[in-house]
């Protein structure tokens, strides 16, 4: 009998590294010339949300920039991130935005992974095991072969590969 091998598929982001990049985000912000005298600041929200609240749209949008370029340097995708939720303008002039963290795999994007790997790759065998994907073969090349597949393709939501076995 051979042995099998096998990886998971998820969608989820490492807290701590997005901890770090909203403190550099808010280093530089604190530090900027065009953000002096303004009131900006860049909160967690129960660990499902980011809260920016600042003066005006154009700073909002210097923001988000800014926090865009601190999650790529610390190594995040910016999938992650569900910029489509509205602008909310509060009292005084200020806007405000609830940005979501996209995280966990989804019913349907699930299926459609698992039916684009069957399709593509008749001798692996996935199977959805609530918001993770376990792929599973008797090669290691065929494993290799469906992460680069997965990785080429242009989905709106991260994906990562662990425990690698």
């Known amino acids: 009998m051979s042995k099998d091998f096998s990886f998971d598929i998820v969608s989820d982001f490492d807290h ?5 990049a909203v403190d550099q985000a808010k280093r530089e912000i604190i530090s900027r010339y065009d953000f002096k005298g303004s009131m900006s600041a860049i909160d967690f929200e129960a660990k499902e949300a980011l809260l920016i609240h600042t003066e005006d749209d154009y700073r909002l949008k210097s923001i988000i920039d800014i926090l865009e370029s601190k999650m790529i340097k610390r190594g995040l995708s910016l999938k992650i991130l569900d910029l489509t939720s509205p602008v909310d303008y509060a009292t005084g002039g200020t806007v405000r935005k609830k940005i979501p963290f996209k995280k966990g795999l989804k019913s349907e994007d699930a299926k459609l992974i698992s039916k684009l790997i069957r399709e593509n790759y008749p001798k692996v065998r996935p199977s959805i095991q609530g ?3 376990r792929v599973v073969s008797a090669k ?11 990785k080429e393709q242009n989905f709106n939501f991260p994906l990562q590969f662990e425990n690698y076995r």
């Open 16 to 20: 701590q590294e997005m901890v770090n």
């Open 131 to 133: 918001e993770e994907i």
């Open 140 to 150: 290691k090349d065929e494993l290799q072969s469906v992460i680069n597949f997965l």
